[in-house]
DNA sequence: TAGATTGTTAATCGATTAACAATC
DNA sequence: TAGATTGTTAATCGATTAACAATC
């Protein structure tokens, strides 16, 4: 919606440091989870066209924000599955591995830690707390429940970035908190608490029937 | 990120019927989820400033995008939100009720089921289904799930809108299939499979993941 | 009144798209 | 080769924002 600076510039075949633009890093995004799931399937190639099909964004669109960064299709083929993957990863620079905490480890806590959503992307949740006694050393998604007194300790020494609140809306201020106390810097809300935190930590509040209110308009007009 | 039409245009303080463009759509779904919040936190006005907080969209944005349907707003003070709402479904068309079936009595489909994301929006879980027979039978938040048999028959008398797939990714497409042949014309999908539908079909797949890149980014950057 | 916040303008910038030559 | 699809241009349109008068 807002826009801070303009796409890479690669004249030179090679990324500059210039931050994109957030349309751009938002849907560089969207066509990352499409690829990681073609190539899941075992996709080889994928032309703009199909690219468009799953993401609602133009296909010239799609063309136009790849072209930008190099040239990475083969014109009558599409695009190489497993190399545009990698490309994309290199200009979000989230190549690496990044690591996630959990807060919650209640059903939907449960559901997060048994999928692949995260790990598909390179998010390791390294590990879970919650704060019920009852719940804390059993195991979930492979991991031990920890107690809330050692997210200090974790965030320090697992490098953790990203803190993830899947808990009731009457305890999600009171775990941001203590996330923003750890150090971390961008929280994702399953909750529907409207969280405060300070202006250099990040919050993403997961909503889905907001898209469901966006669909819906579409579909009744 | 395309544009289809010209927001609505407001001048005789009636709405018209023309369709708002992709962008308002999205923001404005954006900010009945904070003001829908808000007002069960209790807050009775919010200033354009505190809703930037929240959604990440310029505060300038946000009166222009209402400003636009009519004037809600009281200087010096902020908007009503209980008031904001009501204008803003009126203006989405959703303020009805809207009925969902859930697809999937597992972990997440019971966390969703047993959530209230859904219900604060008007749309309402009015059939549970698994194809595990030994699931079929059970409650799930208050709902008896049921076979995959009676899809159609549900769907027809329910007048069901939307339907959302909760399931393995293995499983979706044949319930995505189902779903199209029973009349369903929104999917969301939590699974991360690719879902191949009909072009009058909206399929919205969540993308927590898609999200994280992108905050991430931003972070690194 | 004084302070705060809306509603609106005007200017800029980025997003979007059709179209098509290039080329695999 | 023939068909398909990319990469790119050029033109348009909408989004974004600072600034400020209006006014609660």
Redesign the interface.
């Known amino acids: ?2 826009s801070l600076g303009s796409p890479v510039d690669s004249t030179n075949g090679e990324l500059t440091a210039e ?2 633009s ?2 751009v ?3 560089l ?2 066509y ?3 690829l990681t ?2 190539k ?2 075992g996709k080889e190639t994928i032309s703009s066209q199909e690219l468009s099909d ?1 993401t ?3 296909s010239t ?1 799609i063309r136009r924000d790849l072209s930008g960064f190099g040239k990475f299709g083969k014109r009558g083929v599409g695009y190489n599955v497993d190399s545009l993957v990698s490309q994309i990863r290199k200009i ?3 190549a690496g591995q ?1 690591n996630i905490a959990l807060l919650g480890a ?3 806590g ?2 997060i830690a ?5 790990a ?2 390179g ?1 390791q949740i390294v590990a879970i707390f919650d704060a019920d006694p009852s719940k804390v050393g059993s195991t979930v998604g492979g991991q031990t429940v920890r107690s809330m007194e050692n997210l200090d300790q974790v965030v320090g020494e697992e490098e953790v ?2 803190g993830v609140i899947a808990v009731p809306n009457v305890a999600a201020q009171e775990l941001a908190d203590q996330l923003v106390a750890a150090g971390v ?2 929280i ?1 809300n399953y909750s ?3 969280l405060q935190v300070p202006p250099e930590v ?1 919050v ?18």
């Open positions: 919606m807002t931050r994109l957030l349309g890093a938002a849907r995004a969207r990352l989870q499409v799931q073609a899941k399937e799953y609602h964004v133009n669109q979000l620079r989230t990044h209640g059903r939907l449960t559901a048994s999928s692949e959503i995260f598909d992307h998010f970035v990203v810097k961008i994702f529907e608490a409207l990040t993403h509040t997961s909503s889905p029937a907001v898209d469901l209110l966006y669909a819906l308009y579409f579909y009744l007009t």
